[in-house]
């Protein structure tokens, strides 16, 4: 999986500025990490990656990492 | 004999609930920010004392108020609803008294949630086709406001009141004329069941008696896993308008227009575009009403009639997916009045 184009895919999602994201965020910390973006990183799971990731899943990652290990070919 | 929609008709409770107001209450969703996510504006909420028998009536009073049809023309009526002013009677037989349709009039509710539009029309056409009825009304009505907890925002943004109103009736079509109301595909995954459910005041919850799921008693009242409901959505509905095209040799170029359940803009933006569905083919409309559960299709279609986007020998594929988990879709040929 490309690292740079998944942060950049996530900052969209939670509406950041392009480079915010490192890749060791806590997702607490993202203010804009809510039940709206979670729908957004299911989107962008089926629609980029073609996977479908469970909702329960989602919720239960506690930092942007743990968001990438849900997709295939996770680095 | 065909089966057609000749008119619908809808009707919203007064009160409105604008993003304002739920801003105010969750001031960490800002106004911009719900439009922008669920394309709604404002949605209609019915009051203390106003049940979906109400909402119903007042859809239908709509209907006969355009002088094209009247009571005495109606020997079914089909209620769709999942929450009804009683456990029992059902809702179709108080509506049937008060809009005084005449007592030959077979009347009965079906409890299905957004896929319930469809079906409704796949009951009609059945009945209408086998000659068991001429003209069917089918009314969709829910009051889901009333199931919704107050500081729940994920829900009380998205879902608003309201009822409409079909005249299904049938029309000499020459031989082989396709269907007016067809092919239908339905289908159903009751594993996802708790992804969207009230549990409270069902028999289970131990409302009535001490119920073998007394956790349930203390439920809270509408409970939606909306990422689940997402991932169900996006499993089943292209599937379902890939079936829907087979089914009926149409191309994708060949349908007018594709309505879907109207369940926010978000997730309909997404479907519109794995689908490959031009936004020109796309209806939506659900800004000012929200999502209104089996209501939203009948409205958007009301809607285009309206504004004259709808016109007559049209083809058009609607889909309604949710509760349950269930589905239904079927290929319309607008006709009209």
Known sequence: MDQNAFLRNLETICELKTGTLKGYERLSNIETWDSLAILGFIAMADKIYSATVKGEDVAGCKTVEDLAALLPNAP | MNAHIRQIEYALPARV????????????WSVGKISAKTGISERHIAAKDEYSSDLAFSACRKLFDTGTCAPADFDFLILCTQSPDYFLPSTACLLQSRLNLPQSCGAFDFNLGCSGYVYGLGVAKGLIETGQARNVLLVTAETYSKFLREDDKTVRTIFGDAATATWVAGREAPAGAPADLGPFVYGTDGSGADNLIVKRGGLRSGAFNAGPDAQAAAAPLLHMNGPEIFNFTLRVVPGCVKQLLERSGL??????????????????????????????????????????VSSTIPIALHEALKSGLLKQGQVLLLVGFGVGCSWGGAVVRWQGL
Request: glycine share 6%; no cysteine; proline share 6%.
């Open chain 2, 17 to 28: 609930l604008g993003n304002e107001e739920i801003a105010a209450q969750f001031p960490d």
């Open chain 2, 251 to 292: 191309s994708l170029e060949a349908v007018d227009f594709f309505v879907m359940h109207q369940a926010n803009r978000y997730m309909l933006e997404h479907l519109r575009d794995k689908m490959g569905i031009p936004p020109s083919k796309f209806m939506v409309f659900m800004e000012n009403t929200g999502n209104t």
